[in-house]
């Protein structure tokens, strides 16, 4: 099956700090990967949405200076947290569906198994 | 935006029970997914129905899906230790590829 790959599993850094995230699909190919952020004991919030090779979408409220999308390859998508400070510690997960199964609206999103970063 | 409502927000049952767990939405959709989340962990998908099905199974797993009430629900049967885990409603609301909007989870814990 489809598989998501996502690296660091966890970074514990200092403020100022800037922290690259890394996606892959590991056998299929993703135009479109997800990014999303999760806070203790609640639910998985949109960030942006990860294009390759143009712009990513970023969600109201999301600064899109602090919070870099590179989606360079049909299989690499990156997020990297600048100048990360105490309050962007949060767990960080990224998604992506594998369009070479069919129809989109009949496929699942495939995970990564997140990222959990501690700014201190 | 948050657009599922889990109910409840936590289960605490025994092994071997069942557990149902129901999920409220505030659109009309393409399809609803259902996700497990271990603590920590990535979300694993389990299920996924389409607007135009009212039920699915997948081994002890069973889902359904009132378009009509805007309400699916999940029914885990004969519950173990391992299912302890959050589980969470998606919808879909578009036919392209679109990111999922996810509910706020049930905690499901199975006690031994």
């Known amino acids: 099956g489809a598989v998501v790959s996502q690296h660091p599993s966890w970074v514990i850094c200092k403020s100022g700090t800037s922290v690259k995230i890394e996606c892959r699909s590991l056998?299929?190919?993703?135009?479109?990967m997800f990014w999303y952020r999760q806070f203790p004991k609640q639910s998985l919030m949109l960030m942006a949405t990860?294009?390759?090779?143009?712009?990513?979408?970023?969600e109201q409220g999301v600064e899109k200076d602090k919070f870099l999308i590179n989606h360079a390859s049909l299989t690499l998508s990156t997020l990297t947290v600048t100048s990360a400070h105490p309050e962007d510690s949060s767990f960080y997960i990224c998604?992506?569906?594998?369009?070479?199964?069919?129809?989109?609206?009949?496929?699942?999103?495939?995970f990564g198994d997140g990222t959990r970063l501690s700014i201190l | 935006s948050q657009q599922g409502e889990e109910d409840p927000q936590a289960l605490s049952i025994q092994e071997g029970e069942n557990a149902t767990m129901n999920c409220s939405y505030k659109t009309s959709i393409n399809n609803l997914q259902w996700y497990r989340q271990n603590s920590g962990r990535g979300l694993v998908h389990l299920i996924l129905?389409?607007?135009?099905?009212r039920e699915k199974h997948s081994g002890r797993l069973r889902v359904t899906l009132d378009t009509s009430k805007k309400s699916s629900s999940l029914l885990i049967t004969a519950s173990r230790a391992a299912d302890t885990a959050s589980y969470f409603c998606?919808?879909?609301?578009?036919?392209?590829?679109?990111?999922?909007?996810f509910g706020k989870g049930t905690r499901l814990s199975v006690i031994a």
């Open positions: 129905i389409r607007s135009n099905e």
């Open positions: 998604s992506a569906r594998d369009g070479g199964r069919g129809l989109y609206s009949n496929q699942p999103q495939h």
């Open positions: 056998d299929f190919q993703a135009t479109t």
């Open positions: 990860s294009n390759e090779g143009s712009k990513a979408t970023y």
């Open positions: 998606a919808t879909d609301e578009h036919s392209g590829n679109t990111p999922l909007v």
